[in-house]
C-alpha cells in the first residue's frame, strides 16, 4: 500500500518539476525579447500558450531519463538536494544536446540560441529542487523497516 501512495508521489512531483522547467524555458526564451519593447502591459494568452509548450516539451522527451533518475533515488534513498539538482541540471544538458544535434567529432552544437545549454542547465536544476521539496527527500522510506518497538534483549 506505501509503494501505490508513493507512485501517486512520484507522479505529481513529476508533474510539479516539469510545469517549473517549462517556466524556467519559457522565461528565459521569452525575456529579452520583453525587456526590450515597452508596450505597457503584457497580454497573458501568448505566455500561457509558450508555457504549455515549454511543459509539454520537457515532460514528454525527459520522461524516460527522469524515470532511470528517480528509480535510482529510491532504490538507494537519495534523498541529497544536491543529487536531484546535478541530475536535472545534467539531465538538460544531456537532453539538449540530444536535441540540438551535437556532433561528438566535431565539438559541435547546431542550436536556437546563444544560451540555450545554460537555459537547459538552469530548467533542470529548478526541475531537481523542486521535485527534491515534494518526493525526493522522502526517497526509499516505502520500503524501510520502521524501527522496533521492543527494546534489545540483552544478555
Not at 80 to 86: G, K, R, T
Not at 134 to 139: D, H, I, K, Q, S
Amino acid at each position: 500500500m506505501k509503494l501505490i501512495g508513493r507512485l501517486f508521489v512520484i507522479f505529481f512531483a513529476c508533474l510539479l518539476a516539469s510545469f517549473a522547467a517549462g517556466m524556467v524555458v519559457t522565461f528565459a526564451v521569452a525575456m529579452p525579447a520583453w525587456s526590450q519593447l515597452d508596450l505597457g502591459t503584457m497580454d497573458q494568452g501568448p505566455f500561457e500558450l509558450m508555457w504549455a509548450f515549454g511543459v509539454i516539451f520537457i515532460s514528454a522527451y525527459a520522461l524516460v531519463p527522469l524515470l532511470i533518475v528517480v528509480v535510482a533515488a529510491e532504490a538507494f534513498s537519495i534523498r541529497s538536494v544536491l543529487f536531484y539538482a546535478v541530475a536535472g541540471a545534467l539531465l538538460g544538458c544531456v537532453l539538449y544536446l540530444q536535441a540540438a544535434g551535437w556532433a561528438a567529432g566535431t565539438i559541435n552544437v547546431q542550436g536556437f540560441a546563444r544560451r540555450e545549454i545554460e537555459i537547459m542547465a538552469a530548467a533542470g536544476i529548478v526541475a531537481g529542487f523542486v521535485y527534491w521539496l515534494v518526493a525526493g527527500r522522502n526517497a526509499g522510506l516505502w520500503h524501510e523497516r520502521p524501527p522496533s518497538a521492543s527494546p534489545p534483549a540483552s544478555v
